[in-house]
């Protein structure tokens, strides 16, 4: 500090010297030093200049990128749902039918919204994922399935824990608004229980037999025998099923989907007697993958034979089946037909038939509407011409169904 | 006592067989044929690569067919495109595979959309009222070459990861793909320059990624809404738009049908161009930097018939 001031106060006293000294003799050499000064500010005014137009200009480019940035990537949900991540997939699905004609062996009302269906489904921990389906009808609110699946088992093997539409056949394994009717075939509600089929608390394994030809799966499944078809009383007697399902591709739009079932437990509607139930079923696919979203085709049988042991007295024999058919001509219209024969399983002797033909239309993926004309001819001698009217629709997010 | 006894019988017979041994090569599933491709880039011969959905499908549709399931049982690994593409047909994949290793959150589950460019991600409410929106941005990310750059790059870290033995051959894999790429990329970008800022029409928003990166300007879709099936006011709409801003092009998936982009064009003298929107979507796009040869190549033949430049 003190050096610097003394040479501070040296220079100003020199100065003060010198100026009066050369100021006569020097005013042409000061008009030019002052002109300099003048250049210099003017060039420092216009660097300043310069300065802040680039700064404000890279400023304002900054501010472009900050908002054409791509936000952050979320790994799953919107960012400003944040906290809905974990949430469950949610999802309500409405099932409205309306019926018109005569028949007196039904007592399905004119109008009713049948069903509604309510599903939550997620990934538990890295072991496991839970889907729940509430099922909401006239006759009132129950779980129509509940279950956990362990996705992460040793040996190939898949553990489902909880109640579940057991896996007899096809159409015992689809919801209400993945069939392609509006109804449930006469093979169904006659032999294993209609619109709730075969549906229980129990536990299922399955596995994936490795073969170089085909896709082979086997189930097996143990049930609590509380269902439409079984009924136990004791923790001793249960309901087992079993399925083998084998599935091929022909080629890459078309495929065969073929399965043997069994199940076998004690009777719901003879107790004290055995019901045992066993199913075929066959699926043929077409959907030629360039033009997957316009056409489509699914032709479907599946036989049942149920026998039912009296303890004291003649074993009832019933079998039925039905044929199904249903293509898609257009991205939104379907057309199908079913044909329907099966018997009674409490009288083998009586028989019922039937057939519909329907048109679907779906305006797009989570709505449709059906019309569907059915034809019964009950074993009493009665006929029954019905015109079926379906709205089927959803809200929220479903998890995709399996094929 | 009895029934514990069914059960082990049970349990044993399905068990049955004994655990495949471990094959050399990392098994590797992808859901579309471009990621697939990406990985055989960088990948080469220490993996084996099988596609579920092909290039001419539309991969929002596709049906979760049991033989994909038995893919899926075998991977090391499973690539997938993410951003709600494959919603309506993997997860019942993922779970019917009997897979721990490919299950979301496990190291054999990898979203190939985690570092790239994502456009359209819905800033305010969606409904389905607007179609099929997807909340996560435009699934169609991998029609931009640096986007392929970035899933090449995410997949080769995966690669090492699995692998670390062959980190050095992924390195020098991913590379020379890199090298291979850019040069190819100055190509498109030299022949599609003069075409800048040309408006066009588009079936379906699979192309704002390509677009975006090619400097073209797509001023409506056929489709009134994504996902919905054209309509008629829409496209009277569209014609007159057309006429009225001069645009000739009109870029369909091999997906769709063409009867209403075919009347359009004749209806604004314009002119209807098929487009691989995937690897596979055309039997010339065997890979990922032919796939934009070819749709560069269609691309540039048509605007300069319709510019004369």
């Known amino acids: ?403 | 006592m009895r029934l514990s006894i069914r059960l082990m019988l049970f349990a044993a017979a399905l068990v049955g067989v004994a655990a495949r041994p471990a094959a050399a090569a990392v098994s590797v599933v992808a859901t579309t044929e471009d990621l697939a491709s990406l990985a055989r880039e960088v990948g080469g011969d220490r993996i084996t690569v099988v596609a579920l959905a092909k290039g001419y499908q539309d991969p929002h549709f596709v049906d979760p067919k049991p033989s994909f399931i038995l893919a899926v049982s075998r991977a090391d690994l499973l690539i997938v495109v993410g951003r709600e593409l494959e919603l309506g047909w993997l997860p019942p994949l993922v779970t019917s595979g009997r897979n721990a290793k490919i299950q979301p959150g496990a190291n054999g589950y990898l979203d190939a959309s985690a570092n790239v460019r994502i456009l359209e991600i819905p800033t305010a409410q969606i409904t389905r009222a607007m179609g099929d929106v997807h909340s996560q941005g435009n699934p169609h990310y991998w029609l931009d070459p640096g986007n392929g750059r970035r899933i090449a790059q995410t997949i080769k870290d995966k690669l090492i990861q699995l692998s670390p033995a062959d980190r050095a051959y992924f390195d020098q894999r991913y590379a020379d793909f890199d090298k291979r790429l850019a040069a190819a990329e100055s190509r498109w970008d030299s022949t599609m320059a003069p075409y800048k800022g040309t408006k066009i029409v588009t079936y379906h928003r699979s192309w704002p990624n390509f677009m975006e990166r090619f400097g073209l300007n797509v001023i409506g879709y056929v489709e009134p809404k994504p996902g919905i099936p054209p309509t008629t006011s829409h496209t009277v709409d569209l014609i007159d738009e057309m006429k009225r801003q001069g645009v000739k092009l009109i870029i369909v998936e091999p997906y769709f049908d063409l009867k209403t982009p075919q009347a359009i064009a004749k209806q604004v003298g314009g002119e209807v161009l098929v487009l691989a929107p995937s690897v596979g979507g055309t039997k010339e796009a065997t890979d990922y930097i032919r796939l934009f040869d070819y749709d560069v190549n269609v691309v540039v033949a048509a605007l300069k018939k319709a510019t004369g430049k």
């Open chain 1, 1 to 403: 500090m003190q050096p610097n001031r003394l040479v501070q106060v040296c220079v100003i006293s020199a100065c003060l010297v010198a100026v009066p000294v050369m100021t006569s003799a020097q005013t042409a050499d000061s008009r030019a030093l002052r002109q300099e000064i003048d250049q210099l500010r003017a060039d420092f005014e216009m660097l300043r200049q310069q300065y802040g137009d680039r700064l404000s200009a890279l400023e304002a480019r900054l501010a472009a990128l900050k908002d054409a940035a791509p936000a952050p990537l979320p790994v799953s949900g919107v960012s400003a749902n944040s906290s809905k991540v974990f949430n469950p997939d949610m999802s309500v699905i409405g099932n409205f039918v309306g019926v018109a004609g005569r028949n007196p062996m039904s007592d399905q009302p004119s109008l009713s919204l049948t069903e509604v269906e309510a599903a939550f489904q997620a990934v538990v921990d890295p072991y496991a994922r839970a889907d729940f389906f509430l099922s909401a009808s006239p006759e009132g609110l129950e779980v129509e399935e509940g279950y956990i699946t362990f996705t992460s088992l040793p040996a190939g093997l898949l553990l489902k824990a909880g109640k579940m539409r057991a896996q007899f056949g096809k159409v015992n394994t689809m919801h209400t608004h993945i069939l392609p009717w509006a109804d449930r075939p006469l093979v169904s509600q006659n032999l294993f229980g209609g619109e709730e089929g075969l549906t229980d608390a129990g536990l299922s394994v399955s596995r994936l037999i490795p073969n170089s030809f085909m896709f082979i799966d086997a189930v097996g499944e143990v049930y609590r025998g509380d269902s439409a078809v079984f009924h136990s009383e004791a923790r001793s007697k249960l309901n087992y099923v079993g399925r083998l399902r084998g599935y091929r591709d022909l080629t890459e739009g078309t495929n065969v989907d073929l399965g043997v079932s069994y199940a076998r437990g004690p009777s719901a509607a003879l107790p004290g007697s055995g019901t045992r139930l066993t199913g075929v079923d066959a699926t043929f696919r077409y959907r030629p993958l360039r033009r997957a979203i316009y056409r489509q085709f699914v032709g479907r049988t599946e036989f049942v034979w149920s026998r039912q042991d009296v303890p004291a007295g003649a074993q009832q024999n019933a079998s039925g089946f039905y044929a199904s058919a249903d293509y898609q001509f257009a991205r939104r219209w379907f057309i199908g037909a079913r044909g329907d024969r099966s018997g009674r399983a409490l009288d083998s002797a009586l028989h019922d038939s039937g057939g519909s033909i329907s048109l679907t239309f779906r305006p797009s993926e989570f709505g449709l509407i059906r019309g569907q004309y059915r034809h019964t001819r009950y074993a009493e001698g009665i006929d029954a011409n019905e015109l079926l009217l379906q709205l089927s629709f959803s809200i929220g997010a479903h998890g995709a169904h399996t094929f």
